[in-house]
């Protein structure tokens, strides 16, 4: 299904195709239910990229059972439910080490194939599976059909036990390593990080390494950069990575450089852990966030203009300019918090009634990433 987005000067052309299935999230803290939510790394990427103007095709399957109304429709399996994950905020580190909450996954949907994805060419194509339904096959067909391919590590290593909890396996043992080569990036969390080599990944394709508050890290063949955070009131991480990845790609999208983008990215993760589930962007703050990003590629235009050397992974000047004028836009946010309710993407959730004030209540993970 392809998002239609009025053109205008500012909207970009390039074709981006996204695949990952939609599921159901159930937020779990002292063993109650704080919060039932519309998830999927599909959903919170589709959201960054609609409020950013760009147009998208999304390929994402679920079950008849599946209860959120969404802009672009999934494939609805009628033998299949919905993808459910439980997300446990309180569990303690002996369940998994490397994780910042514990994940079970409780229904699966079925496995995108490559015969479901477009019979067409795309510019970007982001493979961003949760549950295990990219397939190594389906990737080979995006690497095929589109010219840059984009994928988040946990779709290539959650494994799931019998109990359905994720459990990381490493990236040479996952099937997915044969096809690196053929990637553009490969985005990873700090904790998705120590399953895979990043000295040898580097060589192949460029590693975005997230750090949670602490922004994150571009790797590439011959360098390697920090891209700074932004400040955020955190409550809930659910999807901060798949936010990020929507920043990036949207800000590559609209011409940025690699460092630009990946402020995008820092930006719109900052914004999503201020929810709980989807965010609900502000409209004004969309609008000033897309003027910052036209008048910083005009900008780096300029300055690549009159650069020969190999730039595109080069902070170009005036990054921290754009950091700060990125930061001031939150201001817009703050100052018009009446409009959330009219900003695109909105989603019904169910937020239990005890847990409705959100800023009395923090989704902790077993080690709080806003410390
Ligand atoms: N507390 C925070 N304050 C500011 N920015 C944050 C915070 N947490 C995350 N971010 C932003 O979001 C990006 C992605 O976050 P993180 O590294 O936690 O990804 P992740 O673990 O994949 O997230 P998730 O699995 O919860 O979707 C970070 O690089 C950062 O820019
Ligand atoms: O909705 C969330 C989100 O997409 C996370 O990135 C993913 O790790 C979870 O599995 C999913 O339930």
């Keep these: 299904m392809v998002t239609t987005i009025p053109q205008?000067?500012?909207t970009p052309i390039q074709s981006v195709l996204i695949v990952g299935n939609y599921c159901h999230d159930v937020l779990l803290q002292g063993g109650a239910v704080v919060a039932e939510t519309l998830g999927?790394?599909?959903?919170?990427?589709?959201?960054?990229?609609?409020?950013?103007?760009?147009?998208?095709?999304?390929?994402?399957?679920v079950g008849v059972d599946f209860k959120y109304?969404?802009?672009?429709?999934?494939?609805?399996?009628?033998?299949?439910?919905?993808?459910?994950?439980?997300?446990?905020?309180?569990?303690?580190?002996?369940?998994?080490?490397?994780?910042?909450?514990?994940?079970?996954?409780?229904?699966?949907?079925?496995?995108?194939?490559?015969?479901?994805?477009?019979?067409?060419?795309?510019?970007?194509?982001?493979a961003v599976g949760v549950g295990g339904e990219i397939l190594p096959e389906t990737l080979e067909r995006m690497v095929e059909i589109c010219d840059a391919v984009f994928v988040d590590i946990q779709a290539l290593i959650r494994a799931f036990d019998e109990n359905g909890t994720v459990k990381l396996v490493r990236l040479k043992e996952s099937g997915f390593y044969h096809l690196l080569p053929r990637l553009k990036f490969l985005k990873a969390s700090s904790d998705e990080a120590l399953f895979m080599e990043v000295e040898e990944v580097r060589q192949w394709c460029c590693v975005v390494v997230t750090h949670g508050k602490d922004g994150c890290e571009v790797y590439w063949k011959d360098g390697e950069m920090k891209i700074a955070p932004f400040g955020a009131n955190?409550?809930?991480?659910?999807?901060?990575?798949?936010?990020?990845?929507?920043?990036?790609?949207?800000?590559?999208?609209?011409?940025?450089?690699?460092?630009?983008?990946?402020?995008?990215?820092?930006f719109f993760g900052s914004l999503t852990v201020a929810h709980i589930g989807l965010p609900k962007f502000d409209l004004r703050l969309l609008q000033r966030i897309k003027e910052e990003v036209q008048t910083r590629k005009v900008q780096c235009t300029c300055w690549l203009e009159r650069r020969d050397d190999e730039v595109s992974f080069t902070k170009p000047a005036g990054h921290d300019e754009f950091h700060a004028s990125l930061s001031s836009s939150k201001l817009v946010s703050a100052e018009c918090r009446r409009d959330l309710s009219r900003s695109p993407g909105s989603v019904e959730q169910v937020i239990r009634p005890q847990y409705k004030g959100q800023q009395k209540f923090l989704l902790n993970s077993v080690y709080d990433k806003s410390n």
């Design 234 to 266: 955190q409550i809930d991480p659910t999807g901060a990575g798949d936010s990020f990845l929507g920043g990036f790609v949207g800000g590559l999208v609209h011409g940025l450089v690699v460092p630009d983008a990946a402020l995008v990215g820092n």
């Design 69 to 126: 109304p969404v802009n672009h429709d999934p494939i609805v399996v009628p033998t299949s439910k919905t993808t459910v994950f439980h997300a446990y905020f309180d569990q303690g580190y002996s369940v998994n080490a490397h994780q910042d909450r514990v994940l079970k996954r409780i229904e699966v949907c079925d496995p995108i194939n490559p015969s479901d994805l477009p019979d067409r060419k795309f510019d970007f194509g982001m």
């Design 8 to 10: 205008t000067p500012n």
């Design 40 to 61: 999927g790394a599909a959903s919170f990427i589709s959201n960054v990229l609609t409020g950013l103007s760009v147009s998208f095709h999304l390929t994402s399957k």
